[in-house]
């Protein structure tokens, strides 16, 4: 064992090599960094009499490109960022993650839950100065419950029995019962009826020319290179401080991680090798602001349940215990995170505490899939009816966290004799065709956790279709079952009841291999000010921070 302990971290040493070489600068590149600290710390001590103003640009990394600029369509993150900035939606959540007005200004909760009432604010304006009125919320939500509507988010909607618009702003919403996830509904985005109700979805220019109604506008999108927005001086609350989002498409984040330091960035996700050993030293400390908290999302390797080395819970089972988690996160996020059993933030109140992990045992994993007749044969390759067991872990290209972890993945499981081999996908692709047509054997990826535990969407067996979020085909009656007591009640400890025997079913039937929560490591340029960590995370106020004008490198006042 300690052999192949040995050569496993021999394995991670190689893998963590790229991230510690090639970082040597220039000496133009060095004497700029030690201007732009010296500006810095200058700056510092007139802070405290700087009021914050308008003006300057943010260039953010990003992975990839958005897929889709109208919301119900986009499942992916890249496109769900932008999305942000450019609807609102009658509610949404403050930094302590919990719903508020935004859009709207009258909101009652009548009749036990059963009927919502909302009015929405007069004078907010669409990108082409129409009015967003209770009949944009009436398409939407005439939308999403249209068949034809190719969205994975129509769950919420169809669970409204009768929607009612009342006058210009004014809308109520009826259910057979109470729905919990009523509220987080009308936290969705509103889109506008005037310019898509005769579109095609599938086909229409306005999902790449997005006409929306929030704090900035799409500017320009240059395919495979980056989307730029601006401003929107209309916007209901005010224009946002900082002129221009910026959102660089740099698929490799090791290549991301040089292009911030380069100064060609000024925001990203470090990988906990960067924020640990690579952002330590006197530039980094005076130039930038690091973040460090558990995140609201987990990483799983999810497996194909219509393949055949799949179907047996036993198997799966089995693999769970020819992985060591801890091994992941301390080879893998160098401890910038915690092994995960569900679907949930360890810590919350909806996480179950009480399940009891499988143990890292390779023997006891041989001993089962023995048991469900695989057999080591004389390569040392375990076979069935003459049938290697070889599978591909499909992920997306440019995160090398999920590279790094499907590596230890496959040495473990070459460990008990199963053969995987790892494929990378750019990401459009992975999702368009693989991820949403069941393409794959396994899959390593990661959800971003909702506010609201409800988890419809991804485990109920209504949504093990294509373009479903349900892509592994999951199907279980009982989870089913649970999943709509919970989403049918407001009483917490209801909820809570439901969501943990769901997590014992799924901690049982093991159709993902559940793995990690990372921290987010978010680092920022220290010239922009006003952020706030919160429990919401620090892009809860970001149309409140600001650069001095000192500081701006770009103004649309200038």
């Not at 910026?246 to 100064?263: C, H, N, W």
Request: glycine content about 6%; charged content about 25%.
């Amino acid at each position: 064992m300690y052999f192949k302990k040995t050569v496993l971290f021999q394995i991670i040493i190689l893998l963590l090599l790229p991230f510690f070489s090639g970082c040597d600068n220039s000496q133009k590149q060095i004497a700029d960094e030690k201007k732009s600290a010296n500006e810095i710390s200058i700056l510092a001590d007139k802070l405290e009499n700087l009021e914050p103003g308008y003006g300057g640009r943010i260039i953010m990394g990003s992975t990839g490109e958005p897929s889709n600029l109208i919301p119900p369509l986009a499942t992916d993150s890249a496109s769900s960022d932008i999305n942000n900035h450019l609807y609102v939606a009658p509610l949404r959540y403050n930094k302590d993650i919990e719903l508020v007005k935004w859009a709207a200004e009258e909101l009652e909760v009548r009749d036990e839950g059963k009927s919502i009432y909302i009015r929405l604010r007069p004078g907010i304006m669409w990108f082409d100065n129409e009015e967003l009125t209770a009949d944009d919320v009436r398409f939407t939500y005439e939308l999403m419950i249209d068949p034809e509507t190719p969205t994975a988010y129509a769950q919420d909607y169809l669970a409204i029995k009768e929607f009612n618009v009342l006058d210009r702003y004014s809308f109520e919403v009826l259910y057979d019962q109470p729905f919990a996830r009523s509220l987080v509904t009308w936290a969705l985005p509103v889109l506008p009826r005037h310019v898509l109700e005769d579109e095609d979805l599938l086909r229409t220019e306005y999902s790449r020319k997005p006409v929306g109604a929030g704090a900035y506008r799409l500017h320009r999108w240059d395919a495979g290179r980056q989307v730029i927005l601006r401003a929107n001086e209309d916007f209901f609350e005010g224009r946002p401080k900082i002129d221009e989002i910026v959102y660089r498409v740099v698929p490799d984040l090791a290549t991301m991680f040089l292009e911030l330091k380069s100064g060609n960035l000024d925001m990203m996700s470090l990988t906990p090798q960067q924020h640990l050993f690579q952002t330590t030293d006197e530039y980094w400390q005076n130039n930038f602001q690091k973040f460090s908290y558990l995140a609201t999302g987990y990483t799983y390797l999810g497996y194909n349940l219509k393949h055949p080395f799949f179907t047996s819970v036993r198997v799966r089972q089995a693999l769970a215990h020819a992985i060591d988690k801890d091994e992941i996160v301390q080879g893998v996020l160098l401890g910038e995170g915690v092994p995960t059993i569900g679907p949930y933030v360890p810590g919350t109140w909806v996480y179950n505490d009480d399940i009891e992990d499988y143990p890292f045992d390779p023997g006891l994993a041989l001993e089962i899939l023995a048991q469900e007749g695989w057999v080591m044969n004389r390569n040392g390759v375990l076979e069935k009816d003459g049938l290697p067991f070889e599978f591909t872990i499909l992920t997306n290209q440019g995160n090398d966290l999920r590279v790094r972890t499907a590596t230890i993945l496959q040495y473990r499981l070459d460990q008990v004799g199963i053969k995987v081999k790892i494929r990378m996908v750019e990401w459009a692709t992975f999702i368009k065709e693989f991820v949403n047509k069941g393409r794959f054997d396994a899959v390593l990826l990661g959800w971003n956790i909702p506010q609201d535990p409800d988890m419809y969407n991804v485990w109920h067996s209504s949504q093990a279709v294509e373009n479903g979020l349900n892509f592994i085909h999951y199907k279980n009656e009982r989870v089913d079952e649970l999943l709509e007591t919970g989403r049918r009640s407001f009483d917490r400890e209801v909820r809570k009841k439901a969501y943990h025997e769901i997590q014992e079913i799924l901690h049982y039937d093991q159709p993902y291999l559940f793995l990690f929560t990372p921290n987010s490591l978010p680092v920022v340029h220290g010239r922009f000010m006003g952020i706030e960590a919160a429990p919401a995370g620090i892009m809860h106020n970001f149309y409140d921070w600001w650069v001095p004008e000192e500081l701006q490198r770009f103004s649309l006042q200038k």
